[in-house]
């Protein structure tokens, strides 16, 4: 390909290089693909991407393997309610530059990453707006406070119904000694769904999930009973929890074709919320993600297949936690 070099300033020959980067951040080795031209005339290179744009996706993948916010979630989170990077910058006590950064590509640190998750609960950003009347014009604090009271009250009394009916159970082995939490659920089913997830793998993760944190700590994560049924284990009334957060938005689930079959895939729409989870159980989550992240759904079937947890008990039955002791991972 003929070109003009910005170099020699010559038309000549010139190369598009493709080749891997690699960048050291936060002491961790992030490869991402990267290209320049390369002048056959003077043997330089120009448009040189690998300070910017594949900074920036080394920058995003770091992000993904951290389960870190993205710009674009910070962005159109803050958008949602109508406020500026000033107003939000003020609630947050931030100062002025720190937040249009990160909307910009900067990478965030751990701190400033559980504070804004945090803030995107309705309830702790409608704290933020009280307690900093000051930060929003009088009619913009009147609409957030009202808007944010609503969600908060009808996000809590969803809650509270769908737990009555669907964990109205006391803690016991077979929810794992812990009280059921929609909460704690449907963000690991949008945590395990991000960029997609057929159902039948979906319901044997969670089933890991689980049992893996309960044979460690004695304790389940969601305190969910999972059943026997002819494709392995999965959360009892599995199909009204993804049917809720397609409902709301949060879930998109669609039909996909997989060699002669055809399966059920799942994709979250927004980014789960980990900062309701202890260590351990982020621990236990990224595990068992990563050890499954090859297998397919039929693998993933056979392995949970040959569980104790499968083969004691018969379809239609409550898993006692009691069998994750044998657990094969």
């Given at each position: 390909?003929?070109?003009?070099?910005?170099?020699?300033?010559?038309?000549?020959?010139?190369?598009?290089?493709?080749?891997?980067?690699?960048?050291?951040?936060?002491?961790?080795?992030?490869?991402?693909?990267?290209?320049?031209?390369?002048?056959?005339e003077c043997n330089e290179e120009y448009e040189n991407t690998r300070d910017d744009d594949a900074l920036a996706t080394a920058y995003r993948k770091y992000r993904s393997y951290h389960n870190m916010l993205q710009p674009e979630t910070i962005r159109e989170w803050r958008k949602r309610y109508g406020l500026t990077q000033r107003e939000l910058s003020k609630l947050l006590g931030w100062g002025g530059a720190t937040l249009s950064r990160y909307e910009n590509g900067a990478l965030?640190?751990?701190?400033?990453?559980?504070?804004?998750?945090?803030?995107?609960?309705?309830?702790?950003?409608?704290?933020?707006?009280?307690?900093?009347?000051?930060?929003?014009?009088?009619?913009?604090?009147?609409?957030?406070?009202?808007?944010?009271?609503?969600?908060?009250?009808?996000?809590?009394?969803?809650?509270?119904?769908?737990?009555?009916?669907?964990?109205?159970?006391?803690?016991?082995?077979?929810?794992?000694?812990?009280?059921?939490?929609?909460?704690?659920?449907?963000?690991?089913?949008?945590?395990?769904?991000?960029?997609?997830?057929?159902?039948?793998?979906?319901?044997?993760?969670?089933?890991?999930?689980?049992?893996?944190?309960?044979?460690?700590?004695?304790?389940?994560?969601?305190?969910?009973?999972?059943?026997?049924?002819?494709?392995?284990?999965?959360?009892?009334?599995?199909?009204?929890?993804?049917?809720?957060?397609?409902?709301?938005?949060?879930?998109?689930?669609?039909?996909?074709?997989?060699?002669?079959?055809?399966?059920?895939?799942?994709?979250?729409?927004?980014?789960?919320?980990?900062?309701?989870?202890?260590?351990?159980?982020?621990?236990?989550?990224?595990?068992?993600?990563?050890?499954?992240?090859?297998?397919?759904?039929?693998?993933?079937?056979?392995?949970?297949?040959?569980?104790?947890?499968?083969?004691?008990?018969?379809?239609?039955?409550?898993?006692?936690?009691?069998?994750?002791?044998?657990?094969?991972?």
């Amino acid at each position: 390909m003929k070109n003009l070099c910005p170099n020699c300033e010559k038309e000549t020959d010139i190369n598009l290089v493709k080749e891997k980067e690699s960048y050291q951040i936060r002491g961790e080795n992030i490869e991402v693909d990267a290209e320049y031209f390369h002048c056959r005339e003077c043997n330089e290179e120009y448009e040189n991407t690998r300070d910017d744009d594949a900074l920036a996706t080394a920058y995003r993948k770091y992000r993904s393997y951290h389960n870190m916010l993205q710009p674009e979630t910070i962005r159109e989170w803050r958008k949602r309610y109508g406020l500026t990077q000033r107003e939000l910058s003020k609630l947050l006590g931030w100062g002025g530059a720190t937040l249009s950064r990160y909307e910009n590509g900067a990478l965030q640190g751990e701190a400033h990453e559980k504070i804004l998750r945090l803030a995107m609960k309705p309830a702790n950003l409608l704290k933020l707006i009280e307690e900093a009347p000051d930060a929003l014009g009088e009619t913009k604090y009147k609409r957030l406070t009202s808007e944010l009271h609503v969600a908060e009250e009808e996000s809590c009394s969803f809650a509270r119904l769908f737990e009555e009916r669907f964990g109205g159970y006391d803690p016991d082995i077979n929810s794992g000694y812990q009280k059921f939490s929609l909460s704690k659920l449907f963000n690991i089913i949008l945590f395990l769904c991000r960029g997609g997830q057929l159902i039948t793998k979906l319901n044997k993760l969670l089933f890991y999930v689980d049992f893996k944190h309960f044979k460690d700590y004695t304790v389940s994560i969601t305190g969910v009973r999972y059943i026997h049924l002819p494709h392995g284990p999965v959360p009892d009334q599995y199909r009204f929890y993804c049917a809720e957060l397609e409902r709301e938005g949060k879930l998109i689930t669609g039909e996909v074709q997989i060699g002669d079959f055809i399966g059920e895939n799942c994709v979250s729409q927004i980014e789960a919320d980990l900062s309701i989870f202890s260590d351990t159980e982020l621990k236990i989550l990224t595990e068992i993600k990563d050890y499954f992240k090859d297998y397919n759904s039929s693998q993933i079937r056979e392995i949970s297949h040959r569980e104790s947890a499968y083969v004691k008990t018969e379809e239609n039955d409550v898993i006692s936690y009691e069998y994750a002791s044998s657990l094969k991972i």
